[in-house]
């Protein structure tokens, strides 16, 4: 892949796009040496290496600390060009967010970097299920952009709560219940009431309902990282933002759906015309067409059994 000349990056503030290298990543600060590494909201291709995810990037005066690794052992060099824009700083930890392919297939990478990688016991438990179908998926999808890619796996592993302090930097990871993933996390930095959210939270797009998430717990794992009050929220998918379009775009959604499939349910409605459950006050999210009605069906199936 042809490389951009690099370019001065320069400080600006919160939520001001930062240029991004090879036309791929925006980066945002969302406070010093803290950065959203935003990949593009589309399908998985050979372009982007399975790196349409947004990723975060923590500097400390002992290291650096990556959010999530990127989606092939490709995707994490690419990623890693533009952290080399942002930071001096060797990557010491890389920190798995959840059990989708661009929250740890780039782990192997960043190993040979010489990174420790930490994530929660149920998300590895969802990586190691779900790995094979994943590179099967990643091989039609990337498939030259595949190679060197292999399941690796966290070298920490934590069942609630991981505390991890690096230079001055003090760093949470908290793994409050499944959400899209079943080990779905967050990163909560308390000094600066900056959190990035892996999967818990999209912001632009409609978030995607599928076989392995839980609708239920989704809540009440966002309302965890709702309860921290942060001042800047770096989401999964999308770019940096403020909690209150967070909850508009993710929590109020996931409520409305759940709150409109029940009363299906209650009516004696099927799945097959759980699909006509009113969601347009959403249709302004990207994607919505593509995943609203499947969504419904889904969460149909998830709520007839609770």
């Excluded at 052992?73 to 990557?91: F, I, R, S």
Aim: hydrophobic letters at 40%; glycine letters at 8%.
């Amino acid at each position: 892949m042809m490389k951009t000349p690099l370019a001065l990056i320069t400080c600006v503030a919160a939520l001001l796009p930062l240029p991004a290298l090879a036309e791929l990543f925006t980066t945002h600060s969302a406070a010093p040496g803290i950065w959203a590494i935003e990949g593009p909201a589309e399908q998985r291709n050979p372009e982007n290496l399975a790196n349409n995810a947004t990723f975060g990037l923590i500097e400390t005066s002992e290291g650096a600390i990556l959010v999530d690794p990127g989606g092939t052992w490709a995707g994490a060099k690419l990623l890693d060009e533009t952290v080399q824009t942002l930071t001096n700083q060797p990557v010491k930890y890389v920190i798995n967010t959840g059990g989708q392919d661009h929250r740890w297939l780039g782990n192997g990478y960043w190993k040979d970097q010489g990174a420790t990688v930490i994530a929660s016991t149920a998300a590895v438990a969802d990586q190691t299920a779900r790995g094979s179908m994943q590179l099967s998926m990643l091989a039609q999808l990337v498939p030259d952009g595949l190679t060197g890619t292999a399941p690796s796996y966290a070298d920490i592993t934590f069942d609630d709560t991981y505390s991890l302090t690096l230079g001055e930097r003090q760093i949470e990871v908290r793994h409050p219940g499944a959400a899209h993933t079943p080990g779905d996390s967050f990163v909560w930095l308390p000094d600066s009431g900056v959190i990035f959210t892996g999967d818990i939270v999209y912001v632009g797009r409609i978030l995607g309902v599928m076989e392995f998430s839980d609708s239920a717990s989704w809540l009440h794992s966002f309302e965890a990282l709702a309860a921290l009050n942060p001042t800047a929220v770096i989401p999964g998918h999308g770019p940096l933002t403020t909690l209150d379009r967070a909850t508009a775009d993710t929590y109020d959604y996931l409520q409305n759906l759940r709150t409109q499939i029940a009363a299906h349910i209650d009516e004696g409605g099927d799945i097959i015309l759980s699909v006509e459950v009113e969601q347009s006050a959403f249709s302004y999210l990207d994607q919505f067409d593509a995943l609203a009605k499947r969504n419904a069906q889904t969460v149909y199936e998830q709520m007839e059994w609770e």
